[in-house]
Nanobody
Framework: QVQLVEFGGGSVQPGGSLRLSCVAS????????MGWYRQAPGKQRELVAT???????NYADSVKGRFTISRDNAKKMVYLQMNSLKPDDTAVYYC???????????????WGQGTQVTVSS
């Protein structure tokens, strides 16, 4: 089975920074896409940023220039550096891995349990 564990959530004042980390474990051969999504109270889950195995990135317009996604393929980890945080960034952040190949074959997509990020003065 595949497990995703997220680290690094917490509370910060507006303008502050946080770094989220996510590590994948299990019988994983390769992970094509890794990413972060978020869900604020009363809203739908939305894409924050994704990164392919080759390093191509995609960001939501609302976080461009403030957030940076990166990954370590050998460690099966994905990171999200969040700078200049705003109250609107408050949400539960979820790690996602997609187009995963397992030792037993194609595995699909998986989600972490989520980590709370709160931006407030």
């Amino acid at each position: 089975q595949v497990q995703l564990v997220e680290f690094g959530g917490g509370s910060v004042q507006p303008g502050g920074s946080l770094r989220l980390s996510c590590v994948a474990s299990g019988t994983i051969v390769s992970i094509n896409a890794m990413g972060w999504y978020r869900q604020a109270p009363g809203k739908q889950r939305e894409l924050v940023a994704t990164i392919t195995k080759g390093g191509s990135t995609n960001y939501a317009d609302s976080v461009k220039g403030r957030f940076t996604i990166s990954r370590d393929n050998a460690k099966k980890m994905v990171y999200l550096q969040m700078n200049s945080l705003k109250p609107d960034d408050t949400a539960v952040y979820y790690c996602n891995i997609d187009r995963v190949v397992l030792a037993g074959g194609y595995g699909g997509a998986y989600w972490g349990q989520g980590t709370q990020v709160t931006v407030s003065s």
